[in-house]
């Protein structure tokens, strides 16, 4: 069955530092994967995306993704972290056979917190 | 941009009550779905729609049903409300034309069941 695992439930980076937020995923064909981000109290808002070709996406806000499909991992990488990145970050691959319904699979979410 | 609006953020009922969640995008789209969001859990979805008077049972539809009357506008009903589905609630929606394509998300209501 298709999956989607965040290994990390909760990370704590200082501000300035780097950052890398891992996601694994099961598919069995090449998969359409993103990344959304949840501020308290709001709803997901699209990060990047990757279809196809450059496995290096580039994203809002400085965030930028790596497919690599022989480790079957998406993860999100922002190179100085600000306050205000402080949010719950949600990878989901596209369900298998859901071109047409764009049905997604999300993972756990990894909550991000900000140390001054 | 798209506009995915829900009708309450926050929103108290009490046990056994018939409830209605509301959802409207104006944008044309033709899939929208009703996830809960719970913490650990990650979203969930309880039903999809693909067209108007269309639906789609998701993963967790058990205590749900849902309402598509008008291509804008999707309502999820919890016919007899139970503490046990206090939770967030994400509308989302997405063009059906036939490619994969980021779904967009309301703002999200938060229901307390009491």
């Known amino acids: 069955a298709q999956s989607v695992t965040q290994p990390d439930i909760h990370i704590t980076v200082s501000e300035g530092a780097s950052l890398e937020l891992r996601c694994n995923y099961s598919y069995g064909a090449t998969p359409y994967l993103f990344w959304y981000v949840q501020s308290p109290g709001q709803g997901l808002q699209l990060l990047l995306k990757?279809?196809?070709?450059?496995?290096l996406v580039q994203g809002i806000k400085g965030f930028e993704a790596e497919f690599k499909r022989s480790q079957s991992s998406f993860n999100l990488r922002k190179p100085s972290v600000h306050w205000s990145d402080a949010a719950e970050y949600f990878c989901?691959?596209?369900?298998?056979?859901?071109?047409?319904?764009?049905?997604?699979?999300f993972g756990q979410g990894t909550t991000l917190q900000v140390k001054p | 941009d798209v506009k995915v609006t829900q009708s309450s953020r926050y929103l108290v009922k009490r046990t056994g009550e018939k409830v209605f969640l509301e959802c409207v995008q104006d944008m044309d789209h033709e899939n929208m779905f009703w996830y809960r969001q719970d913490p650990g859990l990650g979203l969930r979805l309880i039903y999809f729609s693909y067209d108007v008077k269309m639906k789609e049972k998701g993963d967790i539809p058990e205590g749900y049903s849902v309402s598509r009357e008008k291509k804008e506008r999707f309502s999820l009903i919890l016919e007899s409300a139970s503490t046990s589905q206090t939770s967030m609630y994400l509308c989302a929606t997405v063009t059906g034309t036939g490619k994969n394509q980021p779904q967009h998300f309301g703002d999200g209501t938060r229901l307390s069941i009491l």
């Open positions: 989901a691959v596209g369900a298998r056979g859901s071109s047409n319904t764009g049905k997604l699979i």
């Open positions: 990757y279809f196809s070709g450059d496995t």
